[in-house]
């Protein structure tokens, strides 16, 4: 029997990864706010839906991939806890804030329902291929249930624990590259200044100890190292603005718990530097702008 899943948030990544499943053989109800989203779902092979409760009536899952957690918490509370068949399985795969993740899989929980946190790393692109890394958050058995969903939107599904931790993983993952992003380019920038030529620099460090992701898969400058949206003018790529949201729901969830994370702060306080100059659409890699 064909599993039934109504898909809320079809943006710019709920668009390619709902169309990922259609290609895999799932039924889709889709439903977004935007009209020109449910166009575009609809040609991907999506049935549109009237409204979230409309699309969750009668699935079997519900995936959402909303904004913030504003959003999340209002879409489960007032459209989908009411509207779902019983057993029904959730899954979030917004990037939103621990503990408004670990209230709404509480709340679904509480109603006899499973849910897990799924948010994921890669963009746009990454949701279009089906190339997503998910970290999922959740009881064992509802992780079971919902890795087949994952699998078919992308190329690692990995269980980092319960309610919550999916976020959580995003969120730490996110802030070190936030961090390593700023070190890197402070570090470019005064090479530089002392003399060495970029590309000279990148050969050193690349295979010397201050080596990162974000050196050597992300240079951010341009001619050197991989293809990056450093080589197109920082167009592209992940947005300075979405950084910026993880960073603040990253040192949110350190004054929850006391963690000490000064890189954290400190990245974050450049990110909004670079978002308030009017650069929050451009790639987090031009955070090397102001530190040249
Ligand atoms: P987006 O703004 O393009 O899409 C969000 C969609 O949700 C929009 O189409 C909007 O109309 C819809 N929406 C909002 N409220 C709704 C409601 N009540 N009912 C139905 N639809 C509603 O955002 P995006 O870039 O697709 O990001 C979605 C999530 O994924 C965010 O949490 C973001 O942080 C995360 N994320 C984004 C990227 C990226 O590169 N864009 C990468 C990783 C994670």
Redesign the pocket.
């Known amino acids: 029997m064909t599993t039934t899943i109504a898909f809320?948030?079809?943006?710019?990544?709920?668009g390619g990864m709902a169309a990922n499943l259609v290609k895999n053989g799932y039924a889709v109800r889709a439903?977004?706010?935007?009209e020109d989203?449910l166009v575009k779902a609809e040609a991907a092979g999506a049935t549109r839906s009237t409204g979230?409760a409309d699309a969750v009536a009668g699935a079997d899952a519900v995936v959402t991939?909303?904004?913030?957690g504003k959003?999340v918490e209002?879409?489960y509370t007032n459209e989908v806890f009411g509207a779902a068949k019983p057993g029904a399985l959730f899954l979030d795969?917004?990037?939103?804030d621990v503990a408004t993740a670990r209230r709404v899989i509480e709340a679904a929980v509480a109603k006899g329902f499973e849910m897990v946190d799924a948010?994921?790393?890669?963009?746009?692109a990454a949701a279009n291929g089906g190339t997503l890394t998910f970290m999922v958050g959740g009881e064992d058995a509802a992780f079971a249930k919902a890795k087949p969903i994952l699998d078919a939107m992308g190329k690692a599904v990995i269980h980092a624990g319960g309610a919550g931790t999916g976020q959580g993983a995003k969120i730490c993952n996110n802030m070190l590259l936030g961090a390593t992003m700023v070190a890197t380019c402070e570090a470019f920038a005064m090479a530089q200044k002392l003399g060495l030529d970029p590309q000279t620099f990148y050969d050193i460090s690349s295979v010397s100890s201050g080596q990162s992701w974000s050196m050597t898969s992300y240079c951010p400058l341009p001619g050197v190292g991989p293809q990056t949206p450093a080589d197109n003018d920082y167009q592209g790529g992940?947005?300075v603005a979405?950084m910026l949201?993880?960073l603040k729901l990253a040192t949110e969830a350190a004054a929850s718990v006391n963690a000490s994370v000064p890189m954290g702060n400190a990245a974050e306080a450049l990110y909004q530097l670079l978002a308030n100059k009017g650069e929050g659409g451009r790639d987090f890699s031009s955070i090397i702008k102001l530190l040249s």
């Open positions: 809320i948030g079809l943006g710019n990544m709920g439903f977004d706010l935007s989203a979230a991939m909303l904004p913030a959003h209002a879409v795969c917004s990037t939103i948010p994921v790393s890669g963009g746009i992940f947005a979405l949201k993880d």
